[in-house]
C-alpha cells in the first residue's frame, strides 16, 4: 500500500467510527471499496491488516458502537471490507480468532440490530458473505452461523437488489459446498452430498412445493441462476432430483411463475451437461409449449429454437407456436395458410391464439410485436429452422401492414375485427417493418418484390404514416432495395427496382418538405444511404437526376432544424461526391453561386449549432480521402481554410475533426502513418510530391502546426490526444530530414517554447506566429509528447479517482463540518 | 344555419332562434358570400322542365338520382338573410335558457369552430344531451366542454366526421409538404374553401412553416367578398378562442398570427379578383377562394388559368363535396389535384372515448353511424360501439326518448313549509301531510297555504270566491301500520268480550263477536266495524283498534 495512504487511514478510521461525523458522500466509500479490492487480490490481506491496525480497529469499534449511532453506510462500508479481507484463508482464520467474523455475520450481529431495517445493510451483509465464502472455513462459517436460514428469508426482501444478492449468494455457496466434494464422484446422489448443500436443496424442494407463487418463482430463480453458472456433474443429478416437482408445477391452473419457469426451461437446456437428450427436460418444454398462453409460450419458443441441440420434434412444434399468430392472422384475412405441414400441427394451440388475438387491443397489439421481434431476432441466426417459410412470413407482414394502414379487406368476422383492432396501431406497423426489413436476408424468391415494394410505397405515401413509421419504412426501403433477390440473367437492380425509384422519388420530395423535421431527416438519411450504396448505377442516377430530390435537398441545408441540416450537409456531401448534385442555378439562393464548397464553408463559420459543423468537417474530410474534385484543384487552401475555422470552434468534436482532417492530408503527403493496418483500405502508395523540408515549410505556411499545437493543449481530451498523435507522427515522419539544420535560431525556438508554455496553462491568447520548420522541427523533440501521450491515456478523473485523493476527501469533509459546527457556536 | 332563412322566412316559423354571437356573424359572413357569389353571375331564365320525372330519369347520374327535386328552391336574398337573422337571440356558453318553464336548455362549447356549440335540454330530472359537430383537438376555438356533458340520459349524437379515416394532423402535413412542392417547382397553389373554419389554422399552420421551408417571398392571397370581414372577425371574439389565444389579447397581441402575416405583407385579402388583385398579382403564388365546389366564385377563374399546366396545385381541404365530381367539368386537367380534407370533428375512436368519460344511459344517433361505412364494410373499427347499444334514427323520422317523466317538482312557499311537522316513520324518511293550494302557472307548480277558514263571527253568507276554496275541516290524523289480528284478539278477550271467532278471508280477515253481533273487517288499507246501532260499542271497539296503529 503506497505509504501516503497508510498515513491518511488511521484518521480515515477513526472518522468513520465516529457517531458525530457522518460520511455525507458514500460513492467515496464504494470507489475504497474498489480500492482495496484491487490491494487484496494483489497481496496479503493478513500482512495488510497487520501493517495497519486501524481496519481491524475499525470493525471492532463498529461492533462496540451503541445500535443507534451506527451508521447504515459505514456498517455495510465495514460488511462488505470484513468479507474482502476474510476471502484469504489465513486472515479469515486471524480475523476470526477475534470472533469478529461472527460478531459481523452472525446472529448476534447486525442482523438483530434496528439498522438492519435499512436495506444497503442487508445488501452489505449479503455480500460481505459473498466475498467471504471462497474456501472451506468460509462455508463452514456460513453453515454455523445460521446465515443460509437468513439468506432464506431475505429471498423474499422487499429490496429486488437484496433478493436477488440473496439467492446470487446462496447459488454461490450450493456450487462451493460442492465443488470439492462431488468432483471425485460425479454420480453422487444428492442425499450423500454435503450438509449446506442439502438443506439449500431442500429448502429449494419445499419452495417448489409451496401454493404461493413468490415463493415458487425465489426456487426457480436459485435454480434457474445454478443451472446458468455451474456445469459440474452434480448439476445433472440435481435436475434428476427437481424436475418432477418442476413438472408437477404444470398441473396447476393456471401455471404458477410462467417467467420464471421459461427461465428455468431454458437455462437447463442450455447447459452443456444435458447436451446429451434428456427426454424429460424436452417433455417438460413441449408440455410447456402447448399448455401455456400465446403471450407465454413467445419467450420458450424462441429460446428453444435458438438452442444448439434440440430434438427436431420439439423444434417444429416451438416454431409452429412462434408462426401460429402469423398463420392465424392470413387464416383470417383469408390468404394461404402457409406450405402443408408446417403448421397444422399445431392447430389445437391456434383457437388460443385467435382469442388472445381478438381478446383486446392491448392483447392483440402485444402479441403481434412480441412475435415479430422474436422472429426478426430469429431470422439472422445461423441455427434459425429450415426451411424458412419466407413467402408465408413476406405475406403476414404484408397483410399485417395493410390491416393497420386499412387497406385490407377481410370477408371474415375475425378478419373484420381484426381490421378494426390494428387500423392506424403505430406500435404494429412499426414492428412489421422492422421484420420486413431483415426478411431481404436469405430472400431468393424475387417474386414477393412486387408486393413489398407496392406496400412500402403506400406506407410512404399515406398521408397518416407517422415519422417513426416513415423511418421505418425508409430503412425497409433500402433492405429491399440493396439486398433484394433479381432473377437470373437480370441486371444489379432487378426488374422492378426502376419503376420503382421512378415511383418513390416523388414521395421522397414530399418528405423532404414536411412540416415534420423527423421527417425531413429521415428522407435526407435514406437519400445519403441510397445514394452511397447506387451512386453508380445509371439507372438510379438518372431517375435522381430527373428529380428535384438534389435540388431539395440543397435547400434544407438552410433548414431552421439542426438535426436537419447537419442530415442534408451529409447528404449534399454523398451526392456531390458522387457527381449528383443539383445544378447550381437554383433561384433565390444566391450562395448558390459559390458552390456546395461556399456553402458548406458559410454553416461551418456561422451555423449556431454543433451538428451542422460537425457534418461538414466530416463531409470535408471524406472529400479529402476521396480526392472529391473540389478539393483536389487546390488541396492546401481548402485544407488552410478548413482549419482556420475550425481551429477556434467552440465544439470539440469540430476540433477533434479537424485533426483528422489534417491526419488524411498529412498521410497524402507524407505518406500513411500505419501502412500496416489489416483494416486500412489499400491505397495507391503516396509518394510526397515535393522534399520534406518543403513539405514542412508548406505545413507551416498552412498553419497546420499552429493548429496542432493549439489542440494538443485543448482543455477536451480527446482533442489532445489526437493532436499529439499527429505531432509524434509528425515528428517520426521528419526525424531522418537532413536538409534541415538540428535548430533554428535558438532564440526562435525559446520564444515558441515560451509561447508554448503559456498555452498548456491556458493562456493561449498569443499567436505563435509565422514558424519557420527547422524551428517547429526544434520545439518537437524537446517536447516529451510520449509522456505526454500516456498522461493523456489515462481517465481525465484519475486523479480524483486515487485512493489518496478519496481518503483525503473523506477527511477534508469532516474537517469543514467540525468548523461549521463552530461556527454556530 | 346556412338553411336558416329557408326555414324562417318560409315557412311560417314564429319562433325565436338561439346561436352565439359568432355563429351569427360568421353565419352572416358565410352567406353574404353565397348571396354574392350567385348574384354576381345573374340568370337570365332557370331551367326546370328537367324535374319532370320522365326527363329526369333521362339525365345522367348524379341529376337522376336526385329526390324531390321539386321542392329545390333558388338562393336565398340579402334581405332574407337579414330577417332571418334579426329572429335569432344570442345566448353565451353556460347560461340557461327557460323554455315555457318545462324545459332549460344550455349552449356549450363544442370545440369544433368559433362559437360552434352543443346543447343541453334538460328538466328538473332528466337531461338530454345533443352533440353535434365537435372536436377534441387543439385547434383555435374554446375547447370542448364535456364535463357538462355527463350524466344525461340521453345522449344524441350527430355531426361526426365525414372522412374518418383521414387524420387532421396528416391531412396537415400533406397540405404544407405538396404546397412547398409545387411552389420550389415553380408552379401555383389553389386552395378552394370557405371564408372561415380551417382557414384560419391552415394560415397559422403556415405561418409556423413558411419560413422554414423557404416561402417567405410567396405571396398567399385569400379572396372572398368578405375575406377582411372574416380574418378581422376571428381577432375580436377572444372569448370564444381557446386558452392560448386568449391570453395573447391581454398581452396584447392578436390571437390570430395571420395578422403578422397581413402586415408584413405575406398574405393578402382581395374582395374579388377585379379591381386592386389585377395590380397585385404576382406568380408563383397560393390562393385561398371559394366556393369549395368549384361551381361558382372566384376559383372558377383560377381553375380555368391555372389547369393546364401540371406545374399548378389544386389542394382540396374542405370535406364537403366530393373532389372528383368538383372536378369533373374541368376535365382533362393537367394541373395536380391533392385531396387532403382536414375534418376536426369526432372521430369513432374519439367518441368511444367521450362516451366512456360521459356515460350516458342511451345513445341517439343516426342510422349511418351504426355500421361500417358501405365502401369499408370489413372496417368494424368505423361505427360507434356502446353498451347498451345506440338507439339510431332516419332522416325525418320522428323518435321517442327512451325515458318516461315519472317526476315533477313543485315548490313549497316558506311560510307553508314552516308549518309542516315531519314525523320520522322509518330512519330517514319522515312524512307531514299537507293541506295546501297547488298553484301553477307556466308549468311551475308551487303549493300554498290554503286561505284562513271564512269567518264565522261575520254571520254573514259566505263570500263566492270561497267555494273555490276546498273545505278546510279538522285534521284528524292520519293512521298507518297494520293490525296483528292475533294480538287484536287477545286484547279484545282481555277486555271483556268473548265468543271471538276468526275468518280469513281474501282480503285479510274478519273478526267476529258473535255475542254482542258485530263484525270487524281487518283488510289491507282499511278497517271496518259493523255493529248494530251501538255507538258505545263502536268506539270502544275503535278505540282497541287504534292502539295498534301509529297516527300523525
Known sequence: MDPECSRLLPAFCSVLVDPRQAVADDTCLEKLLD???????????????????????????????????????????????????????????????????????????????????????????????????QHPGGLHFLGDSGAVDALFSLQGDSSLFVASAASQLLVHVLALSMQDKAEGSPSLKGSAWPACAQKIVAHVEASLCSTTALQITQALNVLTTTFGRCHSPWTEVLWGQLSPLVAHLLDSEPVPATHSLVDLLLSVARSPVFASADCTLWETIARMLSCLSPMQTGPLALGTLKLQHCPQALRSQAFGVLLQPLACILRATAQAPGPPGLLDETTQGCSMTVDTLLSSKSACVGLLCQTLAHLEELQPLPQHPLPWPQTLLVEAVVIILRLCDGSAAPSSSEGCRLCGTLAGCIRVQRAALGFLGTLTLGTSSWELVPQVFAILLETLKSPASSPTVLKKAFQAVLHWLLDSPTPPGCSDLGPHTPLFLRELFPVLQKHLCSPCWEVRDSALEFLTHLSMCWGGEANFREVLLASDVPKLAWQLLRDPESYVRASAVTAMGQLSSQGLQAASDSPGHPEVQQGLVGELLHILSVDSEGFPRRAVTRVFTEWLRNS????????????????????RDLDWEVRAQGLELVQVFLAQTLGQPNPSC?????LPKVTPPSPL???????????????????????????????????????????PCSGLQEAGDSSDVASVEATLERWQVGEQGQPLGSLEPEVVLAALRSMDLEGLQSRLAESSDHVEKSPQSLLQDVLATVALLEENVADCY | MMALPYITEHTGFTGTVY???????????????????????????SASLWKNKDIQRLLPSPLKDAVEVSTWRRCYTMQEVNSALSKIQLVGYSQKIELFGVVQVTPLSSGYALGSSNWIIQSHYEKVSYVSGSSLLTTHPQPMDQASLKNSDVLVLTGLTQIPTANPDGMVGEFCSNLALTIRNGGNVLVPCYPSGVIYDLLECLYQYIDSAGLSSVPFYFISPVANSSLEFSQIFAEWLCHNKQSKVYLPEPPFPHAELIQTNKLKHYPSIHGDFSNDFRQPCVVFTGHPSLRFGDVVHFMELWGKSSLNTVIFTEPDFSYLEALAPYQPLAMKCIYCPIDTRLNFIQVSKLLKEVQPLHVVCPEQYTQPPPAQSHRMDLMIDCQPPPMSYRRAEVLALPFKRRYEKIEIMPELADSLVPMEIKPGISLATVSAVLHTKDNKHVLQPPPRPAQPASGKKRKRMSDDVPDCKVLKPLLSGSIPVEQFVQSLEKHGFSDIKVEDTAKGHIVLLQEAETLIQIEEDSTHIICDNDEMLRVRLRDLVLKFLQKF
Request: net charge negative; glycine share 4%; proline share 5%.
Open chain 1, 35 to 133: 480500492w482495496f479490492k484491487t490491494v487484496t487480490e494483489a497481496g496479503s490481506s493478513l500482512l495488510l491488516l497487520q501493517e495497519n491496525p486501524c481496519l481491524v480497529d475499525l470493525l471492532s469499534h463498529v461492533l462496540d458502537l451503541k445500535p443507534q449511532d451506527v451508521s447504515p453506510r459505514v456498517l455495510s462500508f465495514s460488511l462488505r471490507l470484513a468479507g474482502m479481507f476474510a476471502a484469504q484463508e489465513d486472515c479469515f482464520e486471524y480475523l476470526q480468532q477475534g470472533q469478529l467474523l461472527l460478531g459481523l455475520f452472525g446472529e448476534a450481529g447486525p442482523l438483530s440490530w434496528a439498522v438492519w431495517s435499512v436495506p444497503t445493510v442487508r445488501s452489505g451483509w449479503i455480500q460481505g458473505l459473498k466475498s467471504l465464502a
Open chain 1, 628 to 647: 472529391h474534385a473540389d478539393v483536389v484543384q487546390d488541396t492546401e487552401w481548402f485544407v488552410a481554410t478548413v482549419l482556420q475555422m475550425v481551429s
Open chain 1, 678 to 682: 489489416p483494416y486500412a483500405v489499400a
Open chain 1, 693 to 735: 523540408p518543403e513539405v514542412l515549410r508548406t505545413l507551416c505556411q498552412m498553419q497546420i502546426f499552429d493548429f496542432a499545437f493549439r489542440a494538443l493543449f485543448d482543455c477536451d481530451r480527446p482533442v489532445a490526444q489526437k493532436a499529439c498523435d499527429l505531432l509524434l507522427f509528425l515528428r517520426n515522419k521528419s526525424a
Open chain 2, 19 to 45: 346561436a352565439t354571437e359568432p355563429t351569427v356573424q360568421i353565419g352572416r359572413l358565410l352567406m353574404e358570400e353565397l348571396v354574392n357569389f350567385i348574384e354576381r353571375v345573374p340568370k337570365a331564365q
